[in-house]
């Protein structure tokens, strides 16, 4: 499939497009996507700073690309000057997008900042919970996680395979075993958890 969109790629700068916003939108969700961008990230930075100078915005979903191919990169140089531009640009914050920001601090290890991120939102979705609490159970913060997915249930959401996956790892983390016993028998009473 990347071939594909290589090949689309390389036709649209031939043809004349290679500058067109909704375009290069595209293409840079398609090649995040494929995970290709990750690989690249001062391509991407490049193209984030092309895009400024010529004053095209880039839209939110081009913003989550972006923001995800930081995290799968640990890029946080690359992250803060997407977030800045975010807040300089009064760019409307939504749940894809907050989650993407706050992902991209806590898995680069600024967990501070992600939380106050998660703290600060509106609206989360299961997404974003699971999220942070696997960002406090990577970085040395068992416990929170354990909080958190408590706060996580009393709010309502019901956790899916991925979440039970994260709790389980900051309990093995923290010693807790009793309590990890806990989610995993709660985890087999789901019967919609694959």
């Known amino acids: 499939m990347i071939g594909t969109g290589g090949s689309l790629h390389s036709m649209a700068v031939k043809s004349g497009f290679g500058s067109d ?36 915005k880039p839209n939110s979903v081009t913003l989550v690309s972006l923001l995800g191919a930081c995290t799968r990169i640990l890029n946080i140089r690359l992250g803060k ?20 920001l706050l992902g991209m601090y806590a898995k680069c290890g600024h967990i501070q900042h992600a939380f106050r991120i998660f703290n600060s939102m509106d609206d989360k979705n299961l997404q974003t919970w699971t999220i942070m609490i696997s960002g406090l159970a990577d970085h040395g913060h068992g416990e929170e996680a354990v909080s958190l997915f408590a ?19 900051a309990c093995s983390h923290i010693g807790f075993v009793d309590a990890g016993r806990e989610y995993f028998e709660k985890m087999g009473s789901f019967n919609d958890i694959r």
Not at 28 to 53: E, H, T, W
Not at 87 to 97: A, F
Not at 151 to 169: A, N, T, V
């Open 21 to 56: 916003l909704h375009v290069n939108n595209t293409l840079l969700r398609m090649y995040a996507g494929f995970g290709v961008i990750s690989n690249l990230p001062s391509d991407a930075l490049l193209l984030f700073q092309c895009m400024k100078l010529v004053n095209e």
């Open 81 to 100: 000057c997407i977030h800045l531009h975010i807040v300089t640009s009064g760019i409307e914050l939504h749940v894809e997008l907050e989650t993407a």
């Open 151 to 169: 706060r996580m249930e009393e709010s309502g959401f019901r956790p899916d395979s991925l979440s039970f996956s994260e709790i389980l790892y």
